[in-house]
């Protein structure tokens, strides 16, 4: 019944209506704003294994610290409280399973009065950061960190940093602003054929376009004490940071050097927090005029890290020029929770055999390890769907509404089109939209998912485009929820 009214834009509508109706009134009204800001190191001291390949990668350096960055807010009237979020960035690929839940098991005994159900965690996407999914991959039993260890690790610390925001929050003032770089390109081309590869070759006779649009946005938000310090700030851009993944080292990619250009500028206390936006079909490789960008870089004399950091930052200071020329005190803070139910992607017959076929040869190599695990869980899916037992990916949706802007979270990689969708049917002045809250499967658009190819095939989708077009309203609903009321 689900899947029958998912297909009919009538079914859509009422499975929106039923989801937005369980949502409490909303009381709107401006407040006194408090705020607190932490951050810790989430690099282990010992070797690790890293995220992000299919070939396991056991990292014995540091070349830069993978950290979490926690922003606590709340608004009060008086001695009343009225709404609260404590939002912390993490250096990781995702937010895996359980990763969530131990945190916020900590929290709640740090703070035994928080809401915990409003802590919002998300990653930056960086492929060489930790590994927190035990079996994932072929480990030693000895002289690495277990994946199961390493939540424990991160769960103490990010815990510890939520509840020092938490502890610290004290009056301040928040303001936002809008920037641009050129960070990210779409990464799938499209051959004359119709099909699609990520990282295709377009110095190809038969290429004929890069697949989808291409989000340049800098959302920011900047949050200064009572002493008009500037003390934490949001960077908002839909690029994931995998510029060094291929690397054998734990490193936070670009999001380190961003951290310390806008620390040399505007104080080494200052606390950032990267949010990823909508781009699981964007990256920083470059795609096209590959020849005159390198040459520009190193007359610049930077490497890339840094060039890619010295956009962010330039589009950052855009949005800060306007965003300190406009400070609020007194401001909404509405945070709604909900879970709303995601339809799974639906295996094909002629999918599973191609599958049983590449797990039986994965299967004969242990490099291959990694490889026929993500190939087997999509034969796993495939037997709950034959015997009736398939049921809906469960999300946890965190809208946001803060003075005039509005912040959206996903558990994916979502293409790029569905957070433009977000972000222009939005009634905010400003949308910020995060994902990676979660494991972090690819979304496809639907022209992806017919291109094919990595991000867009069946392994790669736990969630098909019909379930982004759901998110996609779903959050756009909830959205236009926090800008309904009287008393605005």
Same mark, same amino acid.
């Given at each position: 019944?689900?899947? &029958? ?90 937010? *895996?399973? %359980? ?10 005994k740090l703070l035994p009065d928080f809401d915990v159900n409003k802590i919002v965690l998300n990653a930056t996407h960086t492929h060489t950061a930790p590994v927190m999914r035990q079996h994932t991959y072929a480990l030693p039993a000895e002289g690495v960190m277990q994946p199961t260890d390493y939540v424990e690790f991160l769960a103490d610390r990010v815990a510890e940093i939520a509840a020092k925001a938490w502890e610290s929050r004290d009056i301040g003032s928040v303001g936002w602003g809008l ?6 390109? &779409?990464? +799938? ?12 070759? /377009? ?29 934490? %700030? ?48 964007? /990256?920083? +490789? ?8 390198? +040459? ?22 855009? /949005? ?6 406009? *400070? ?25 055999? +191609? ?52 912040? /959206?979270? &996903? ?13 222009? *049917? ?10 990676? %809250? ?11 998912? *017919? ?32 800008? %309904?009321?009287?008393?605005?």
């Open positions: 019944m689900y899947c &029958n009214l998912l297909s009919t834009p009538r079914g859509l509508a009422m499975i929106c209506a039923v989801v937005l109706g369980m949502l409490p009134s909303i009381s709107l009204s401006a407040a006194e704003l408090h705020v607190g800001v932490a951050t810790t190191s989430i690099t282990p001291d010992e070797p690790v294994a890293l995220s992000g390949h299919m070939r396991t990668r056991i990292a014995t350096k540091v070349s830069s610290p993978c950290t979490a960055s926690a922003l606590a807010l709340e608004t009060r009237d008086g001695d009343q409280v009225l709404d609260q979020a404590i939002m912390v960035s993490c250096d990781l690929i995702a937010i *895996r399973e %359980t990763v969530l839940d131990e945190v916020r098991e900590r929290v709640q920037g641009h770089a050129v960070v990210a390109q &779409n990464r +799938r081309v499209v051959y004359k054929n119709g099909a699609a590869k990520m990282y295709g070759n /377009a110095n190809h006779p038969d290429f004929r376009a890069i697949e989808g649009y291409e989000d340049q946005d800098v959302n920011v938000l900047c949050f200064w004490d009572k002493n008009d310090k500037l003390i934490g %700030t949001t960077v908002n851009i839909a690029c994931p940071s995998q510029e060094v993944e291929g690397r054998p080292s734990v490193d936070a990619d670009f999001w380190h050097q961003v951290r310390l250009s806008l620390r040399a500028k505007h104080g080494e206390d200052l606390v950032v927090l990267g949010w990823t936006g909508a781009a699981g079909d964007q /990256a920083p +490789r470059l795609m096209y005029n590959k020849a005159a960008e390198e +040459r520009m870089r190193k007359l610049r004399g930077l490497d890339r890290l840094e060039e890619i950091a010295r956009r962010i930052v330039n589009g950052w200071e855009e /949005a800060y020029a306007g965003a300190s020329q406009e *400070r609020h005190t007194d401001v909404p803070l509405v945070h709604q929770v909900q879970t709303v139910s995601l339809p799974e992607r639906m295996v094909t017959e002629q999918e599973a055999e +191609r599958l049983k076929a590449a797990v039986a040869v994965s299967a004969k190599d242990p490099k291959l390890f990694r490889k026929m695990t993500w190939q087997q869980t999509v034969l796993d899916r495939y037997e709950r769907q034959q015997s009736g037992k398939l049921t809906p990916y469960q999300m946890e949706l965190h809208t946001i509404r803060l003075g005039d802007i509005a912040i /959206a979270t &996903n558990d994916f990689e979502l293409f790029t089109d569905f957070g433009i969708q977000m972000k222009a *049917r939005s009634p905010a002045l400003q949308t910020f939209v995060i994902q990676l %809250t979660g494991p972090g499967f690819y979304i496809p658009s639907e022209r992806a998912q *017919r291109g094919g190819g990595y991000s867009a095939i069946i392994e790669s989708n736990l969630v098909g485009y019909k379930g982004g077009q759901v998110l996609t309203d779903l959050t756009v609903d909830a959205l236009k929820e926090l800008w %309904t009321s009287d008393s605005k």
